[in-house]
T-cell receptor, first 113, second 110 residues
Framework: KNQVEQSPQSLIILEGKNCTLQCNYTVSPFSNLRWYKQDTGRGPVSLTIMTFSENTKSNGRYTATLDADTKQSSLHITASQLSDSASYICVVSARNSGYALNFGKGTSLLVTP | DAGITQSPRHKVTETGTPVTLRCHQTENHRYMYWYRQDPGHGLRLIHYSYGVKDTDKGEVSDGYSVSRSKTEDFLLTLESATSSQTSVYFC?????????FGEGSWLTVV
């Protein structure tokens, strides 16, 4: 069964600090992996998308890494800001799966002053 | 923002009543989806559509039906709402590079 596991479930950090969120998956055959940010009361918004051949992708202070061999991805947030407080969701697609997306349950990040 | 509009954004309804949520897109994308999001479960697929009048079930389709008579509109109907269908419902569309989500419809069944 295709699964996506995220850790930690929740995280509290001080403003200005860095943090790393983890995503492990068993989805096969792998097609791509996306990270989404979801603010409270809003819909998820795409941060990055990576295919099999991509190891790293950045979007401003957000950097995602992918190790397709170990089926792990991480999202690193640099110099956190209060506006980074949100839920971060890892989504993995399988090749030839058409519509099917496999969602993690998300990591809830709180950045405090 | 990929031109996705969900309506209504908030609704309270009584058990046993039918409810229809609407998803409207302005970008003419072929694939449209309805998800529900609940604490501890993440996003789960209810139904999806791959074209006008072409729809199929997702993993949590019981108690829901959908219709797509025009490319731009995808309707989700709760035929007889139950308290277990209290949730946040998200519409999504599949574009070339990513999946775009709407802002959500908060449904409370009392």
């Amino acid at each position: 069964k295709n699964q996506v596991e995220q850790s930690p479930q929740s995280l509290i950090i001080l403003e200005g600090k860095n943090c790393t969120l983890q995503c492990n998956y068993t989805v096969s055959p792998f097609s791509n992996l996306r990270w989404y940010k979801q603010d409270t009361g809003r819909g998820p918004v795409s941060l990055t998308i990576m295919t099999f051949s991509e190891n790293t992708k950045s979007n401003g202070r957000y950097t995602a890494t992918l190790d397709a061999d170990t089926k792990q991805s991480s999202l690193h947030i640099t110099a956190s800001q209060l506006s980074d407080s949100a839920s971060y969701i890892c989504v993995v697609s399988a090749r030839n799966s058409g519509y099917a997306l496999n969602f993690g349950k998300g990591t809830s990040l709180l950045v405090t002053p | 923002d990929a031109g996705i509009t969900q309506s209504p954004r908030h609704k309270v309804t009584e058990t046993g009543t039918p409810v229809t949520l609407r998803c409207h897109q302005t970008e003419n994308h072929r694939y449209m989806y309805w998800y529900r999001q609940d604490p501890g479960h993440g996003l789960r697929l209810i139904h999806y559509s791959y074209g006008v009048k072409d729809t199929d079930k997702g993993e949590v389709s019981d108690g829901y039906s959908v219709s797509r008579s025009k490319t731009e509109d995808f309707l989700l109907t709760l035929e007889s709402a139950t308290s277990s269908q209290t949730s946040v419902y998200f519409c999504a569309i599949s574009a070339v590079d990513t999946i775009y989500f709407g802002e959500g419809s908060w449904l409370t069944v009392v």
